[in-house]
């Protein structure tokens, strides 16, 4: 954006002087002790699980690291996803807050990185978490039908695992399309602040168009192989929609609770208005209720083919981990529904970002329903002991504060506006009529 214009926008728009929308230099420190932390955690979580009492399995610590990065991930595919939507659709009421969306989405290549620790881990050892890998040695009717998917034509059944080489090009594929897509369209964005026109966003609408169905693609496949593949026997079409759901509405609550949080320390006033933060509370109304939607349709058919591979997936979980089930159609459904649903909670910035809180830590617990019970889903009685909660929290909670400190550190380190941003305008003019 040419000096002039910046002159002229900043003549009337004065909420956008320096001190509302940057930090002083030298902030936001803290948020390399709290990534630090985050590590300390972790490797807390797993010299318990390799070298805790009989009760904490190694397999434990794996899969409370795994539920973190996973919930992690589906935060930052979110961000993503909002990032292509508003450039594909030209939306300008974004446009104060788009930088920060970026910021979280910005993470995406990171703890995508930290997906491979538990991919290598379970490769080495022959499957802990993925029983394809542990099954594949001794053979099995379902296994053997889908061993393409997994192994890329390699036999089970003969007293060795075949090299998962088509699961690993496919992880590898994930990695190359989202740390793309984000690189592309937060330079594009860095590029629009010093443009005279608005040709960098003409092209980060153009890479939103075949973005969008390789997001759409990668996302799915990540979680048919990431999650679902976790018990290999079940099966669910509707399972990549019920992740993306999930990180649709996590990622809309992050945005939600980080421009909360901002508005609390005085920036980004009369930039960030009640306006803002009604249209993201109805994004938050509507990806829970997407969610349930999705969530309900894919226990009804379940239940109403009832074939066994499909069927035991929630059979367990509703023996063991009923209560879980009941705090998800609570808490994921019924609670941010009845609160969400007043305009004055969706106006308020103090009590939507409130429920954003409520939002990230129920998705997380969702990611634990998934997770959690292919533990000990061989032995009759799981096992049950203060160090079995504390491995949980300390693999969950690490990850979170690795995320938690990376935004930290990001989010002072540039302004928060993109002052360059072609419907910038039309994004701090923004009133609701509904």
């Known amino acids: 954006m040419s000096q002039a214009m910046s002159n002229s926008i900043l003549s009337r728009f004065p909420q956008l002087r320096g001190e509302n929308i940057s930090f002083a230099p030298g902030s936001g420190g803290l948020g390399r002790v709290v990534m630090g932390a985050g590590v300390i955690a972790i490797a807390a979580c ?9 009760d904490v399995h190694a397999k434990q610590a794996l899969a409370a ?21 508003f450039h594909l659709t030209q939306a300008g009421w974004p446009s104060p807050f788009r930088r920060q969306i970026e910021n979280i989405a910005g993470f995406l290549p990171i703890v995508y990185a930290m997906v491979w620790p538990t991919i290598i881990a379970e490769i080495m050892v022959g499957g802990r978490l993925f029983q394809w890998l542990t099954d594949a040695k001794d053979g099995n009717y379902l296994l053997n039908h889908k061993s393409f998917w997994f192994f890329g034509g390699g036999e089970v059944g003969h007293g060795s695992i075949p090299f998962p080489t088509f699961f690993l090009v496919r ?12 690189t592309r369209l937060t330079s594009l964005s860095r590029e629009q602040d010093t443009a005279t026109d608005a040709t960098p966003f003409r092209h980060a609408r153009f890479t939103s168009a075949w973005g969008m169905l390789l997001f759409a693609l990668s996302t799915a496949f990540a979680a048919f192989d990431w999650l679902m593949s976790l018990d290999y026997k079940f099966f669910s079409t509707m399972w990549g929609v019920y992740y993306f759901a999930g990180a649709a509405f996590s990622g809309s609550a992050l945005t939600v609770l980080i421009l ?35 969530a309900f349709s894919q226990y009804f058919l ?61 998705h997380i617990m969702d990611i634990y329903w998934i997770v959690r019970p292919m533990v000990y889903s061989q032995m009759p009685d799981p096992p049950h002991g203060p160090l079995v909660g504390l491995t949980d929290v300390l693999g969950i909670t690490g990850v979170v504060a690795i995320f938690a400190g990376y935004l930290i550190v990001r989010i002072p380190s540039r302004e928060l506006v993109g002052v360059g941003d ?4 039309e994004g701090l003019e923004h009133k609701n009529y509904v």
């Open 46 to 54: 797993g010299l318990i699980g390799y070298f805790g009492p009989a």
């Open 65 to 85: 690291y795994h539920i973190g990065v996973m919930a992690v991930m589906a935060m930052c595919l979110g961000a993503l996803f909002l990032m292509l939507v």
């Open 171 to 182: 992880a590898v594929l994930y990695g190359l399309i989202w740390t793309y897509l984000v």
């Open 260 to 294: 909360a949080v901002l508005r609390g320390k005085g920036k980004l006033e009369g930039v960030v208005t009640h306006e803002h933060f009604h249209d993201l509370g109805k994004l938050m109304f509507s990806f829970t209720v997407f969610w349930a939607y999705i």
């Open 302 to 362: 379940i239940w109403y083919s009832n074939i066994p591979e499909e069927t035991a997936f929630f059979l367990y979980r509703s023996n063991y981990w009923a209560w879980l089930g009941i705090l998800l159609m609570l808490g994921h459904f019924i609670v941010p529904f009845l609160i969400i649903i007043f305009r004055g909670v969706k106006r308020n910035p103090r009590l939507l970002g409130a429920m954003a809180v409520w939002a990230i830590f129920i």
């Open 422 to 425: 072609p419907y910038l305008v």
